[in-house]
């Protein structure tokens, strides 16, 4: 791959990871251009304008566009960057730009001819945008399950955790009431037992009657 073909592919990247995710600051600047739209745009309809305005080469749209994607892939709170290279939004700009001539009948052709190039290269560039965005969504919607699916399995983790320990507790309450029962147990069976060893107690009054003489 040329520098040239990974430059552009860097910039579409930048792009269209700016687009998909930044929709808002992205209409902000197209409005500073005079684009406007009913209602809230498509990222198709942003792709679109952002690519127009690149193609008619508007400098100061240019500018702006790299100086937006800086300051955003800057932010550490944003992890879907990733590796993805910064300012290379000149390379686009670069391409869609019509180099001037002095007028005549054959530079009025060759002008015709550049504007042409300028416009396949701008409906390629929108359909690399939008195919590249199609696979940011589909990575990012992974990326969403995986993290839904870890955030899942630790909550079934701490709820087993809980479980365990509630468990636990519950069996050594459980043994502990066990053992006090049967101490109180054997302590009863200890006191009757003593009180069946004790000797009989003896009869203050002795025997209790003597037999009468009979009379003769």
Do not use: C
């Amino acid at each position: 791959m040329s520098n040239k073909q990974s430059q552009y592919n860097q910039a579409i990247d930048n792009l269209t990871y700016l687009v998909l995710n930044y929709q808002k600051p992205v209409q902000e600047l197209l409005a500073k251009s005079n684009v406007f739209f009913q209602g809230k745009p498509s990222k198709e309809q942003l792709i679109n304008e952002v690519v127009e305005l690149l193609k008619d080469g508007d400098s100061t749209f240019a500018k702006a566009l790299e100086n937006l994607i800086q300051r955003f892939s800057s932010q550490e709170n944003d992890q879907f960057w990733g590796a993805i290279a910064k300012g290379a939004v000149g390379v686009l700009g670069g391409l869609f730009k019509k180099k001037k001539r002095h007028s005549s009948s054959n530079n009025v052709a060759a002008q015709a001819a550049a504007q042409a190039r300028a416009s396949a290269q701008a409906a390629a560039a929108k359909r690399d945008m939008e195919m590249r965005m199609q696979r940011m969504r589909e990575e990012q919607e992974r990326k969403r399950r995986e993290a839904e699916e870890r955030r899942r399995q630790e909550e079934e983790r701490r709820r087993e955790e809980a479980k365990q320990k509630a468990e636990a507790a519950k069996k050594k309450t459980n043994m502990m009431l066990m053992i006090g029962g049967g101490v109180a147990v054997l302590g009863i069976g200890a006191v009757v037992l003593m009180k069946s060893r004790r000797p009989p107690m003896p009869n203050p009054y002795g025997q209790t009657s003597m037999p009468m003489p009979m009379p003769r």
